[in-house]
């Protein structure tokens, strides 16, 4: 990336770093307050309601997503009046869309009761899931102004609003279940919230990008919209996809399995999504650097940058998953204790799929800066079968519980987006696929070389326990998995020319 970009993504990538690492300590201490004023019931309620309304978003289609795309070469070209014209579009179909889920998700609230296991008949229930449906509905209004702060690399902005808003929703939260242990006003404070971060943005963009204003009538011609509906088309296979695998675990489990054990699964989807958002906020600040790189320069140039880029992200995937697996019982025992853990072995597919999403984030923002919405739908097909199939064998007929739901969703990763994806990107560049194998062989050992010496060290010599033991396995974990890293790629192109930048800004040169 040239200079500039590089400034920018740097700028995005660290104020959305520390957006992620104030929503993690507020998010944790809300949490713990939740738990011991709440109970197991409500976590497993709060994660079965969350992904039946991320399977309703499947109504958005991937429009965000298409349109997106069509912004980076206008926007990197100064054509405001198209930009303009694609956030019309983007406003009327977010805004019907808002309208739609918001119909759909009161229309099934008389069947919550057929996925509830093991729980009383309470009467809260659905009030409780239409306000999920309500902060869900309201994420849809004025939020696409969005797009404007990403593809002109400004995404920090919205990073600082939402640091700003989440903060507020947490505190007052924590402050509401102390004093009433009351579900219902803890989740009002939410949807007020979210209606906050979004207006915020919204006047903030109307203020700043003028021409929005000037253009608020523009529409896009025939030929622009017929591009975008046929990337809808693919990006909603795409999205379905997505929603069969991230979101059905959860259903399974609460059906197949228990509502309870939902809610134990759920303290450790908090460490997996929390990653997961760090993931995104990095890769999202990234995007809008990217999808300009994509539209103007080489491929050549594209792939040099793209392997620095995967460079990074795997020292982070692997350093973030192996400490996951490392220390996650550890905490949680201390946490909220032992009654709410569960076993090793479904701790490990746990860390494991996590690394398999993970180490594609790459992947998937190149390919989507690319466009490849049409040629990654046979992908997305294949990858919703196959993860439905095999978790309902595995939790059904072959009754492996939660570890076989979990299990499934590995099979439908490695036998679809583990080869297919990078496939495509490296086809585009003009590089043998064998060059990704290579490299991600080199990965994945190193993940499990780390892993198991850190998991053994903490333990079988690290004798301690408590919160001393804990902090002395966080440190040790911290330190070795990283050294190890540095000593074996301080020779390689990748990690010399991070530590490039690095060096020069500690020099306080402005060399990016």
């Known amino acids: 990336m040239n200079n500039s970009r590089t400034k920018k993504s740097i700028r995005n990538t660290i104020v959305a770093l520390v957006e992620q690492g104030i929503f993690t300590v507020m998010s944790f201490l809300c949490r713990t307050v939740f738990i011991y004023s709440l109970g197991k019931t409500y976590l497993g309620f709060s994660g079965l309601f969350s992904d039946i309304l991320t399977l309703l978003s499947l109504a ?151 021409y929005l204003k000037q253009y608020k009538n523009e529409q896009l011609c025939k030929e622009d919209k017929q591009v975008i509906y046929s990337n809808v088309k693919a990006m909603f296979v795409s999205k379905l996809s997505s929603a069969v695998v991230t979101s059905t675990d959860n259903l399974l489990i609460s059906k197949f399995v228990s509502t309870i054990v939902l809610g134990l699964y759920s303290n450790y989807t908090l460490f997996t999504t929390m990653l997961r958002t760090i993931f995104s906020k990095i890769f999202e600040a990234l995007t809008g650097s990217v999808g300009n790189l994509v539209a103007l320069e080489s491929n050549d140039k594209v792939y040099k940058t793209f392997r620095k880029i ?105 036998t679809t987006n583990f080869w297919y994806e990078p496939y495509l990107l490296f086809k585009k560049f003009g590089v043998s696929l064998n060059k990704y194998f290579s490299l991600f062989g080199e990965y994945i050992l190193l993940t499990v070389i780390s892993a198991g010496t850190m998991f053994w060290v903490c333990n079988y010599v690290i004798t301690l326990s408590g919160w001393i033991g ?43």
């Open 60 to 210: 958005e289609l991937g429009v965000g997503t298409a349109i997106l795309y069509s912004m980076y070469k206008p926007q990197a070209k100064g054509d405001h009046k198209q930009v303009a014209a694609l956030l019309n579009l983007y406003k009327k179909v977010y805004n019907t869309i808002g309208v739609i889920i918001t119909i759909i998700g009161l229309a099934l609230t008389p069947f919550l009761k057929y996925l509830i296991s093991d729980i009383p008949d309470m009467p809260e229930i659905p009030i409780i899931y239409i306000l999920y449906l309500l902060n869900t509905t309201a994420s849809y209004f004025f939020i696409y102004k969005k797009s404007i702060l990403i593809t002109d690399q400004k995404s920090y902005i919205a990073s600082l609003v939402y640091i700003c808003t989440t903060t507020l929703q947490n505190l007052l939260q924590i402050i509401f279940l102390l004093t009433t242990h009351n579900f219902i006003i803890y989740l009002l404070i939410q949807i007020a919230c979210t209606l906050a971060n979004n207006i915020i943005i919204s006047v903030y963009v109307d203020r700043h990008y003028s």
């Open 310 to 414: 995967w460079f990074v992200n795997f020292w982070l995937v692997s350093f973030s998953c192996a400490a996951l697996f490392v220390l996650v019982n550890s905490f949680i025992a201390i946490w909220v204790g032992e009654s709410y853990l569960l076993e090793e072995k479904v701790v490990f597919i746990i860390c494991l799929n996590l690394y398999m999403r993970l180490i594609r984030s790459t992947f998937l923002t190149f390919n989507d800066t690319y466009g490849m919405f049409k040629q990654l739908k046979p992908k997305c097909i294949a990858e919703a079968i196959i993860n439905l199939t095999v978790s309902l064998l595995f939790v059904g007929p072959m009754r492996m519980g939660i570890y076989g739901v979990l299990l499934g969703t590995f099979v439908s990763n490695i």
């Open 470 to 512: 804990f902090i002395l396995k966080v440190s040790v974990t911290c330190i070795c998995i990283n050294l190890f890293y540095i000593v074996v790629f301080s020779r390689t192109d990748e990690f010399k020319y991070f530590m490039g930048i690095i060096k020069a800004k500690l020099k306080g040169k402005d060399k990016w």
